[in-house]
Nanobody, 118 residues
C-alpha cells in the first residue's frame, strides 16, 4: 500500500477532525516533489476535489470548504493532512487522498469515512 489514509470518524456539527495521508514507502525525494489532493465522495454522489497542495506548498480549496479546512504537509513524516473545522452534515463523505509524483505516477489512498451529524 503506497498511501495510508486515516482520521475519519463520526462527529457532531461544529466539531473538528484531522485526516492524514501517509506515504511510508515513498523515498523522501519522491514525497518532497509530489503534489497531493484530497477528494471526497458523499453517498450516491460523484467524487469532488476538496483541497490540494503542491510540492512548493501552494494550496487550493474548493469554495465549500474555504475558511474551514486546511491542507498541509510534513515532509519529515511523509504525511499530508487535512484539518477540518466547523464540520457540517454536508461534509459527510468518504475522503480520499491522491498523489501525483513528479514522474507522473498517480496513487490513491483507500478512503476514510467522515460522518457529521446535526
Amino acid at each position: 500500500v503506497q498511501l495510508q489514509a486515516s482520521g475519519g470518524g463520526m462527529v457532531q456539527a461544529g466539531e473538528s477532525l484531522r485526516l492524514s495521508c501517509k506515504a511510508p514507502r515513498f523515498i523522501l525525494s519522491v514525497f518532497n516533489s509530489a503534489d497531493m489532493t484530497w477528494y471526497r465522495q458523499p453517498p450516491g454522489q460523484q467524487r469532488d476535489v476538496v483541497a490540494s497542495i503542491t510540492s512548493s506548498r501552494t494550496t487550493n480549496y474548493a469554495d465549500f470548504v474555504k475558511g474551514r479546512f486546511t491542507i498541509s504537509r510534513d515532509n519529515s513524516k511523509r504525511t499530508w493532512y487535512l484539518q477540518m473545522n466547523n464540520l457540517k452534515p454536508e461534509d459527510t463523505a468518504v475522503y480520499y487522498c491522491n498523489v501525483l509524483t513528479s514522474t507522473g505516477r498517480n496513487y490513491w489512498g483507500q478512503g476514510t469515512l467522515v460522518t457529521v451529524s446535526s
